[in-house]
């Protein structure tokens, strides 16, 4: 599944963030593209399907509050299994990175020199100086505690320590620095004074092609977050399907992010712990004509009971309410059922003239509609799987059933909102 690419251009000329300048944009590729640096010609649909949803599965502990409570020098993430990728740079002159986008966590963070261990020898190391625009940041213990994994050392430098639950790892000092973004409809932005985590201890399983994290959760050190005023709060994305992956689309900021127009629905976003993530209210799930009542899971409250994440492939629900749903799907199916892939357990033959029902997720004052494309993936020539699947006291609202639709995250009003989109065209 979509791990995209947002490509960076050499042009000579920067200039700095600017809410009066308007909003940018910049391009998104599709992981399994031949515009891809993770394109393998050899690999087959079955394959690429089979490794998404590895990953897929992979990342749901990343979001079990067990895994994601705040500790004081050590914040878990998930390492490798987002399914996008940033190419940006950092300091002056700049250096690019390629980084692991992630809208599931906050840090910026890449690999520096000198580094004791670092995951992959094969990516590149930022070399902080080089940079006439890095420095350490100073702090004091109240300013690190404020910080999600970060503490102080004895010479007030402020350092972060982030753990992975596949064991990756990242240890470092917390710095400014100039980040510099490219943009599809203008000049590259450079971002100065932006934190990031620089690190000089990394290990684990993350690829040899990347050296780092860009966070674009809703905790305070986020790259949308330190965009802030800049930006007006507002991004949004469109996520091709997976059949398109000769072409790209893009993330846009500011201004160029405000969605609108004919089919456009919002709903809340919900504040919840921990910050990092976008939470949503599902209220119910339909089926044609049914409508299953989602009543949400053993623990928590009914409020803000659906992640939303660019990072997981497919949508997870709690499983009595994911029983349900596969229920009244394959009601409405006349194919033959064949296994799938392990943790996809509703399969069928893949044939020309199968007539799938309309899906419907109502989230709160939203109702989005989907399309097959986001409700069954073809994960061989011959297979197709419902896109849903089951975990224990939990929703994620995945990436399958977010492409082709344009999605906007307005952080000042607090909402999130769906337009039905080609993003082929966007």
């Given at each position: 599944?979509?791990?995209?690419?947002?490509?960076?251009?050499?042009?000579?000329?920067?200039?700095?963030?600017?809410?009066?300048?308007?909003?940018?944009?910049?391009?998104?590729?599709?992981?399994?593209?031949?515009?891809?640096?993770?394109?393998?010609?050899?690999?087959?649909?079955?394959?690429?399907?089979?490794?998404?949803?590895?990953?897929?599965?992979?990342?749901?502990?990343?979001?079990?509050?067990?895994?994601?409570?705040?500790?004081?020098v050590?914040?878990?993430?998930?390492?490798?299994?987002?399914?996008?990728?940033?190419?940006?740079?950092?300091?002056?002159?700049?250096?690019?990175?390629?980084?692991?986008?992630?809208?599931?966590?906050?840090?910026?963070?890449?690999?520096?020199?000198?580094?004791?261990?670092?995951?992959?020898?094969?990516?590149?190391?930022?070399?902080?100086?080089?940079?006439?625009?890095?420095?350490?940041?100073?702090?004091?213990?109240?300013?690190?505690?404020?910080?999600?994994?970060?503490?102080?050392?004895?010479?007030?430098?402020c350092?972060?320590?982030?753990?992975?639950?596949?064991?990756?790892?990242?240890?470092?000092?917390?710095?400014?620095d100039?980040?510099?973004?490219?943009?599809?409809?203008?000049?590259?932005?450079?971002?100065?004074?932006?934190?990031?985590?620089?690190?000089?201890?990394?290990?684990?399983t993350?690829?040899?092609?990347?050296?780092?994290?860009?966070?674009?959760?809703?905790?305070?050190?986020?790259?949308?977050?330190?965009?802030?005023?800049?930006?007006?709060?507002?991004?949004?994305?469109?996520?091709?399907?997976?059949?398109?992956?000769?072409?790209?689309?893009?993330?846009?900021?500011?201004?160029?992010?405000?969605?609108?127009?004919?089919?456009?629905?919002?709903?809340?976003?919900?504040?919840?712990?921990p910050?990092?993530?976008?939470?949503?209210?599902?209220?119910?799930?339909?089926?044609?004509?049914?409508?299953?009542?989602?009543?949400?899971?053993?623990?928590?409250?009914?409020?803000?009971?659906?992640?939303?994440?660019?990072?997981?492939?497919?949508?997870?629900?709690?499983?009595?309410?994911?029983?349900?749903?596969e229920?009244?799907?394959?009601?409405?199916?006349?194919?033959?059922?064949?296994?799938?892939?392990q943790?996809?357990?509703?399969?069928?033959?893949?044939?020309?003239?199968?007539?799938f029902?309309?899906?419907?997720?109502?989230?709160?004052d939203?109702?989005?509609?989907?399309?097959?494309?986001?409700?069954?993936?073809?994960?061989?020539?011959?297979?197709?799987?419902?896109?849903?699947?089951?975990?224990?006291?939990?929703?994620?609202?995945?990436?399958?059933?977010?492409?082709?639709?344009?999605?906007?995250?307005?952080?000042?009003?607090?909402?999130?909102?769906?337009?039905?989109?080609?993003?082929?065209?966007?």
């Amino acid at each position: 599944m979509a791990v995209i690419v947002l490509a960076i251009l050499s042009l000579p000329t920067l200039c700095l963030v600017d809410a009066q300048n308007g909003g940018f944009s910049v391009e998104l590729i599709h992981r399994d593209s031949i515009r891809s640096p993770f394109y393998n010609p050899s690999e087959t649909t079955s394959v690429r399907v089979t490794n998404a949803l590895r990953r897929s599965f992979d990342r749901v502990n990343h979001f079990k509050l067990s895994s994601v409570t705040t500790k004081a020098v050590e914040a878990e993430l998930i390492a490798n299994s987002g399914e996008y990728l940033m190419n940006i740079s950092v300091g002056s002159p700049g250096f690019d990175v390629v980084a692991i986008a992630d809208t599931g966590s906050d840090l910026i963070w890449t690999q520096c020199k000198p580094c004791s261990q670092c995951f992959k020898q094969e990516a590149p190391l930022f070399d902080p100086s080089k940079s006439s625009t890095y420095r350490k940041l100073s702090c004091n213990a109240s300013q690190c505690n404020s910080l999600q994994g970060s503490s102080c050392s004895t010479d007030n430098t402020c350092q972060y320590s982030v753990s992975y639950g596949d064991t990756s790892f990242s240890n470092g000092d917390l710095a400014a620095d100039t980040l510099t973004l490219a943009s599809t409809t203008g000049q590259p932005m450079a971002v100065p004074k932006t934190v990031i985590g620089c690190g000089h201890n990394n290990d684990g399983t993350f690829n040899e092609k990347t050296s780092g994290i860009i966070g674009l959760g809703g905790g305070e050190v986020s790259l949308i977050s330190q965009l802030g005023a800049s930006i007006a709060g507002k991004f949004s994305y469109c996520l091709l399907p997976i059949s398109e992956t000769g072409n790209s689309s893009r993330l846009n900021f500011g201004s160029n992010a405000v969605v609108s127009g004919t089919g456009v629905v919002s709903t809340p976003l919900v504040k919840s712990s921990p910050d990092s993530f976008y939470y949503l209210t599902l209220e119910a799930i339909s089926v044609g004509t049914k409508r299953i009542e989602f009543t949400g899971y053993s623990t928590g409250s009914h409020e803000g009971n659906m992640i939303i994440d660019s990072g997981t492939t497919l949508t997870l629900l709690p499983s009595d309410f994911y029983l349900e749903l596969e229920s009244a799907v394959d009601s409405h199916i006349n194919a033959t059922k064949v296994e799938g892939p392990q943790g996809l357990s509703l399969c069928y033959e893949a044939q020309n003239d199968i007539e799938f029902p309309d899906v419907t997720v109502h989230i709160t004052d939203a109702d989005v509609k989907l399309k097959p494309l986001n409700t069954f993936v073809l994960v061989s020539d011959k297979t197709i799987c419902l896109a849903f699947s089951s975990i224990q006291d939990f929703a994620i609202y995945g990436n399958i059933a977010q492409m082709n639709f344009l999605i906007g995250y307005d952080i000042g009003k607090q909402t999130i909102t769906f337009k039905p989109t080609d993003c082929s065209n966007n």
